[in-house]
């Protein structure tokens, strides 16, 4: 027999079992380790940037071509979500969950229309950047440079940091802000040049004509070749001052006329650290890269920089590290991990002896080693989801190796030789073994097809389980097998435990007795513990919190000053408030805070401006308190501050989800969508969960609104185009010229001093050139009006919308009750406002979302277990008995919530779908066993009996063993298993309570549905 032969090679096992062991190990050496899965998220942010424009400007030269081309041009989009602000515009763009190949062509639609685009539509010289998403919580750090000035040592230093971190092995890219490109100013004054009748335009146009290069070509003379270049640009600042401009007077040097220093392009963003000048250098790290090495080449580049940083100038500072939170979350699950391996290997020697529980146990660094090789091989890395994914199927990898070893014991006390008993066993329960795994996997694999940010971080862990499962399966039916073949033979077991087993199983059958010959006080107890389950859920006394918070060790206070505060105001506020949260934290606590000027990020949207500011703390991972702990603290503290617009606090990595309460508002506007705002405004404030509430749409800067006199131009005999470049002169001035200074790109830019007005009709005052010399105000040409325009524009699927978010006290309400009983309230006044239409987005959306795949992966693992079992039986009924261990479990789940207090999250609902496969492997066992004895000619209660007697022992230790593997992980109070534990703790209870109720309620469930009806032998079919 082919089987025979198998099983008698011990050394082909043996051979393998070392081969996978010693690849797995090296693998796990060397899986890039860091804290969250890349996943392909399929979505893609185009940035515009536009220097000067305003917010409508941007909205109505940026924002709405690439809209108008992504409607018509790009397929298989599922939301479109744009952002225009001052200078700035961002389109974000979420594919539907299509194929990766089929992404990755529209990717390239997107920038093919893009650069056809920039040829055509957009503004001259407008680049858009289009960046992929490959991350909800992508690995970034915060390098900041900082020093005692800003100078043009201070930029070049910055500068060379950017380049030696892009050069770091792992690094993407690398962001800067507060570090312009350098730029060479030509600042003019506008009273000089109107008394000597020189027009703007053509001082920029002589910078222009003289600073420049050029490569002339090649002459040939006496038969050599001569290169003809010219040169404009040596010795800038001196040459510059040299320039002869023409006036009506004669010649004036541009030096006489204009200040010439050598600055940087305008800066919005500034930052301060340690009471000093900085630039932030942010570098991400590239998809697939180990963290911790990025981080480590970091801080090494760090280090050999402040060595020099005498003779450099500068110093650097690593704000953001995530490396020791990184560590601690890594070593916490591996720590929960060999906890459970050593519980595990306890049980199984307790019930089954060392030789036994050796071999059992045998399979659980196979089945991880094969594991490892996979991600190894797949191109993923170690990070929590994985190591979840392990502690998960820790306890289950021996389930078969029991059941296997457990028969292979009961042949060997029947007198048979090991190899013949081991044979004789694998005949026997093969099938059910295997259908009791193909049952798990097949309540895992549908979680694969969770898409969404939920099924980005959960992704990775149905595929560790299933891999697992089907190698312990594989190891379970050759490797263990004829490792028992060779070691496992009968003899004296220790007293003890074999008195444990027989008191074990004659108590159990007692009891069992007891229940089958009272059935209805049995079922009567079962439907009692539902209704409980049921009235948990029903009356609250269980709660909800779809997103548990995960842990910060950081948080960010974020500013907001009155429109047209300069940037040196809001930085000593930022100072003011950096010192006064300071004396909030304990000693050890802060690892170190830094100022950071000109843009925020606020509900995922960037706001630019001289008036926003925050700062940033970052705490010591070992601190005793963490950002959660520390934020109600710094809340009283900023309610004090005055002479802000606002000013509040978020941790340093806000949900990924949005706010819980969202509600984007789209309507013509006018009174109509202002009334509606302050209807919801009214109702969010007459909820008291509600708190925190910010509507979206502020105001922006000032704005002078200039518009061509084309009559009064054609009166005054000039040049519509000379006027428009006098205002821009005036303004933020002409980019002339380029060149290179130390490998260094600089521009020339022209511009006005911008004196000291007190007024904006100041700038009306100045004036434009005529030919003859003669000059006009602006103001007898140009048609002002002064307004306040909007700090940012924001579109959802092509359509403006307003958005009004809040937060809420999840100690009293959830995200789901709260977002159905606004939509109720407004549902009742919505008539009154039919211009308006309100949709409900954030959190909530992502929770819907999350509900409706589970349900649809549930349906469909509970179909694929009916089919399993189906075909194992050859019944209908029979997959239905089992499936009633499905409910039985989840009432297990909630009992076991409402007496740990622990929430109902999307991750507790995600360990109860993925425990529908573990719960029915028991009644698969003990179904088997009785339908084998039914169909031996025995009756339907005497099958029964025996059955559950026989399957016992093998249930209790695969059940023990998976709530030993899970238990340090369920049992875990530290921050880094905020996420992980309610999974675990769903499992827990949900297996211990089924695996009651399989004992009892089984074993009476077949008899009730068998009755007195007894199939015929197999002999006779």
């Avoid at 099983?7 to 393998?16: G, I, K, R």
């Avoid at 298989?76 to 961002?90: K, W, Y």
């Avoid at 900023?638 to 509600?663: F, N």
């Avoid at 002409?734 to 911008?754: C, I, K, L, M, Y």
Wanted: aromatic share 6%; proline share 5%.
């Amino acid at each position: 027999m082919w089987l025979t032969r198998l099983y008698d090679n011990s050394v082909l096992a043996n051979l393998a079992y070392s081969l996978v062991l010693i690849l797995g190990v090296l693998a796990y050496m060397q899986l890039p380790k860091e804290k969250a899965p890349d996943a392909n998220l399929n979505i893609i942010e185009i940035s515009i940037p536009l220097p000067g424009a305003s917010t409508e400007d941007v909205e109505r030269l940026a924002i709405d071509p690439i809209e108008r081309m992504l409607r018509s041009k790009i397929k298989d989009i599922e939301h479109v979500f744009s952002n225009a602000q001052s200078g700035a515009g961002q389109v974000t763009v979420v594919f539907q969950d299509i194929k990766r190949p089929l992404y990755e062509r529209r990717l390239l639609d997107v920038r093919r229309e893009l650069q056809a685009l920039a040829q055509t539509e957009l503004p001259k010289d407008t680049v858009p950047d289009v960046i992929e998403v490959n991350s909800t919580n992508p690995d970034w750090f915060k390098v900041l440079v900082y020093g005692p000035g800003e100078d043009d040592n201070f930029r070049r230093q910055a500068r060379q940091v950017q380049r030696d971190l892009q050069r770091l092995p792992g690094v993407l890219r690398v962001d800067t802000k507060g570090l312009e490109d350098p730029e060479l100013h030509v600042v003019f004054h506008p009273e000089r040049l109107a008394g000597l009748g020189i027009d703007p335009t053509a001082l920029a146009d002589t910078v222009r004509a003289y600073f420049r290069d050029l490569a002339a070509g090649m002459v040939e003379v006496d038969g050599r070749e001569w290169l003809v270049r010219v040169t404009g640009t040596d010795n800038a600042a001196a040459q510059l001052a040299a320039l002869p401009i023409i006036a009506a007077q004669g010649t004036v040097k541009l030096g006489d006329l204009a200040d010439i220093s050598r600055t940087s392009k305008k800066v919005k963003l500034g930052a301060r650290f340690r009471d000093q000048t900085a630039v932030v250098v942010m570098p991400m790290k590239q998809p697939g890269a180990n963290t911790l090495d990025v981080i480590d080449s970091i801080n090494a580049y760090i280090g050999q920089r402040n060595r020099l940083s005498a003779a450099t100038g500068v110093k650097l500072f690593l704000l953001i590290d995530t490396s020791d939170a990184i560590r601690d979350a890594l070593a916490v699950m591996e720590g929960h991990t060999w906890s459970g391996m050593a519980l595990v290997g306890a049980v199984t020697w307790l019930m089954l002896g060392t030789r036994l529980a050796l071999l059992t146990t045998l399979a659980v660094p196979f089945a991880l080693s094969g594991v490892f090789i996979a991600l190894q091989l797949s191109g993923q890395s170690l990070n929590l989801s994985v190591l979840l994914g392990v502690v998960i199927v820790l306890g289950m990898l021996v389930d078969d190796a029991v059941v296997v070893i457990e028969a292979i014991g009961q042949y060997l006390r029947r007198g048979l030789a090991p190899l013949v008993a081991t044979v004789a066993a694998l005949r026997e329960v093969w099938l059910p073994v295997a259908t009791s795994s193909l049952t798990t996997i097949a309540s895992f694999m549908p979680l694969m097809l969770v898409g969404g940010i939920f099924g980005t971080v959960m992704g990775v862990v149905p595929q560790v389980v299933c891999g697992a499962l089907l190698i312990s399966l594989v190891q379970a039916l050759w490797i263990l097998p004829t490792h028992a073949a060779a070691t496992v033979k009968l003899g004296a077991e220790a007293w003890w435990r074999e008195r444990l087993r027989r008191r074990l199983q004659k108590h159990y059958t007692l009891l069992l007795l007891r229940v089958l010959r009272r059935p209805g006080r049995a079922l009567l107890a079962v439907a009692a513990i539902f209704l409980l389950a049921g009235a948990a859920l029903g009356l609250g006394w269980v709660r909800f919190d779809f997103f548990p918070e995960e842990p910060n060790y950081g948080f960010v206070v974020t500013l907001e000053m009155p429109n047209g505060t300069p940037s040196a105001r809001t930085l000593d506020k930022l100072t003011e408030i950096e010192r006064r949260v300071g004396g909030l934290f304990n000693p050890g606590e802060l690892r170190a805070s830094a100022i950071e000027s000109g843009a925020v990020v606020i509900d995922g949207k960037y706001l630019y401006g001289h008036q926003y500011g925050d700062i940033w703390f970052n705490l010591n991972t070992d601190a005793k308190r963490d950002a959660a702990a520390l934020i109600p603290l710094v809340k009283p503290v900023l309610q004090s501050i005055t002479g802000t617009v606002g000013v509040w606090v978020e941790g340093d990595a806000p949900s990924h989800t949005g706010k819980p309460i969202k509600l984007m508002l789209s309507g013509v506007g006018g009174q109509e969508l202002e009334a509606a705002i302050a209807e919801l405004k009214r109702l969010l404030g007459s909820l008291p969960s509600v708190h925190d509430s910010k509507l979206t749409n502020v105001a922006g800067l000032p704005e002078l609104q200039l518009h061509l006199d084309s009559a009064a131009i054609q009166r005054a005999g000039l040049n519509p185009d000379a006027v428009l470049r006098t205002v821009q002169l005036l303004a933020d001035g002409e980019s002339v010229a380029r060149f290179t200074d130390q490998s260094e790109p600089v521009g020339v830019r022209v511009r006005a001093h911008n004196g000291n007005a007190t007024d904006i009709a100041v700038f009306l005052w100045h004036t434009v050139t005529r030919a003859d010399g003669s000059v006009v105000p602006l103001s007898q040409v140009l048609v002002a009006e002064q307004r306040i325009g909007p700090a940012s524009i924001v579109h959802r699927d092509f359509q403006r919308i307003v958005t009004l978010q809040a937060d809420i006290d999840k100690s009293q309400t959830d995200t789901l009750t709260i977002n159905q009983q606004i939509k109720a309230r407004w549902a009742a006044v919505s008539g009154r406002y039919p211009g308006v239409q309100v949709n409900f987005g954030g959190e909530i959306e992502a929770v819907n979302k999350g509900l409706s795949q589970l349900g649809q992966q549930f349906v469909l693992g509970i179909g694929l277990i009916f089919l399993i079992v189906g075909a194992q039986f050859k019944s209908y009924g029979l997959p239905c008995l089992v499936l009633l261990k499905v409910p039985m479990a989840f009432a297990g789940v909630v009992l076991g919530l409402l007496l740990s207090r622990e929430p109902i999250s999307l991750y507790t609902l995600y360990g109860a779908v993925a425990l529908a496969g573990i719960a029915v492997n028991s009644a698969i066992l003990l179904f088997s066993a009785a339908h084998d004895r039914l169909l031996g000619g025995m009756g339907v209660v005497h099958a029964a009996v025996y059955a559950a007697r026989r399957r016992m022992l093998p249930i209790l230790i695969t059940s023990l063993t998976t709530l030993v593997g899970l238990l340090p992980l369920a049992l875990a109070a530290d921050r880094s298993a905020t996420l992980w534990r309610p999974v675990a703790t769903a499992i827990v209870w949900g297996v211990g309570f089924s695996t009651l109720l399989t004992l009892f309620i089984v074993p009476l469930l077949y008899r009730l549905a068998m009755g007195g009806a007894r199939p015929k032998p197999q002999a006779a079919r």
